[in-house]
């Protein structure tokens, strides 16, 4: 299984401003996710992070809001623009397993006021 | 449309009994399922799958349990100890996109 960090593990931000969220893993991987669980919900899939194109985006989720990039198989970054209160969740970064599992970092808690 | 449903948000047991979270889905496309469990401020650790292919599929105290045809799924934990107490996710997925539709999870207690 792949080990997974995210920094920053948690922030508070301003309303209006940008946030950019790490996530590394400790070996090459071809595909990567990014994950939103909001106060009381399940885990919602942002986008899918994909190495060398532009990322794809779930329905409701576009890239002027949470641009993402993917410099090379082992790194990935999620930004959360023009942030608003009700962008305030744990937002969790994944790589996709040797099946159809996927491995899951420890998260970054924003919380915007 | 939640495609991935717990109707249970929580279940209480006590430690050695069978602990038992039911998973319901409506898209008869998903062919691959998976149950993660969750402590407070950590990522989901993955458990246990199965494919659509079988019923049952086991590792060591946990069993996942398939019924196709009435679109459930169910993870087994015997006998169950308090480190089980967590939010435990069920998963579905179609294999030829590889994402995850998560459910809204349970909430599991495990009593000494």
């Known amino acids: 299984s792949a080990v997974i960090s995210q920094k920053p593990s948690r922030d508070i931000c301003q309303r209006g401003t940008s946030l950019t969220i790490q996530c590394q893993v400790d070996?090459?991987?071809?595909?990567m996710f990014w994950y939103r669980q909001q106060p009381g919900q399940s885990l919602t899939l942002i986008a899918t992070?994909?190495?060398?194109?532009?990322?794809?985006?779930e329905s409701g989720f576009v890239i002027d809001k949470f641009p993402i990039s993917r410099p090379n198989l082992t790194f990935s970054t999620l930004t959360v623009s023009n942030m608003s209160p009700e962008d305030s969740s744990i937002y969790l970064c994944?790589?996709?397993?040797?099946?159809?599992?996927?491995?899951f970092g420890p998260g970054t808690r924003l919380t915007v006021t | 449309d939640q495609q991935v449903k717990q109707n249970s948000p929580s279940l209480s047991v006590q430690e050695g009994r069978i602990s038992i979270l039911n998973c319901d889905y409506t898209?008869?496309?998903?062919?691959?399922f998976l149950w993660y469990k969750k402590y407070p401020a950590e990522g989901p650790t993955f458990l246990i799958s199965i494919s659509s292919i079988k019923d049952k599929n086991e590792d060591g105290r946990f069993t996942v349990f398939l019924n196709k045809s009435a679109k459930h799924l169910s993870l087994h934990i015997v006998p169950s100890q308090p480190g089980d107490s967590a939010v435990y996710f069920c998963a579905a997925s179609n294999t030829g996109f590889q994402k995850l539709v998560f459910g809204t999870g349970t909430r599991l207690l495990v009593s000494p």
């Open positions: 898209n008869s496309m998903f062919d691959y």
């Open positions: 070996s090459q991987v071809t595909m």
């Open positions: 992070a994909n190495q060398g194109s532009e990322a794809t985006y």
């Open positions: 994944s790589a996709a397993g040797q099946g159809y599992e996927q491995y």
